[in-house]
């Protein structure tokens, strides 16, 4: 009789223990789920944000063809295009033309940063003194008032660089104060690929129409632009 007692407390033992040990198996798998899930949704917005830029730089051809290999100029002596100060800013008419050529709205805006694709970016010349976009990629055109004039990128060929190898457009990776979710102008955004408070690198637009991610590891400051809560570095 004893012995069946024991018998049965200790089949009981086990069951719970069977009960705990698929109740943790299935968090860890929950939790395998999630991460799993995350990362595809990180590499899926890459991917869908490389796009955007290649379309960018196929746009850029077709006008650099049509002005006989130069890019735009957004300087003061080009009035049509001038007005950028921080490398995200476009002229309106510079957006109108391109979208022309294959652009559309949706394309210069990071999809991993959607927020910024509203009528507020997208109209900032309502907010300010000149015909100015503010989009979600930096771009090197010559004449960006804040962009020292070593970024800047006149024509396609590189200027005596490699054009496969010369950065002609990038998400947005800025920080104030080390802070990158938080690059405060007049509109505070963050960075374009974040997790949590981590920047994670971005897509670059080379010269000869090529993109590549490249790993915040492997980015630089390679300016700054002036802010209200401080300078703005940018990386790329």
Known sequence: MKSRLVSRRTEG???RIDVAVIIAAILVLTALAIFSAGRWHE???RARCGLNLKQIGLA????SKDNKGLLPDVSPENPQLAGPTW??????NLTDLLMTKGATRAMFYCPANPKMNDDRHWNFWKQVDGPVRVTGYGMLFKGTRQ???RFWCADL????KSPS???LGFDSTACVNNDYTAIAGLLVDPSDHVRGKKPLGGNILFLEGHVQWRDFSNMKVRFNTVGPAGPVLWSF
């Open 60 to 63: 850029l051809q077709i006008y």
């Open 13 to 15: 033992a086990i069951r």
């Open 157 to 160: 060929s590189g200027g005596g």
């Open 87 to 92: 490398p995200w800013d476009m002229n309106t």
């Open 165 to 167: 190898d010369t950065e």
């Open 43 to 45: 590499r899926v917005m």
């Open 147 to 149: 962009v020292p004039p």
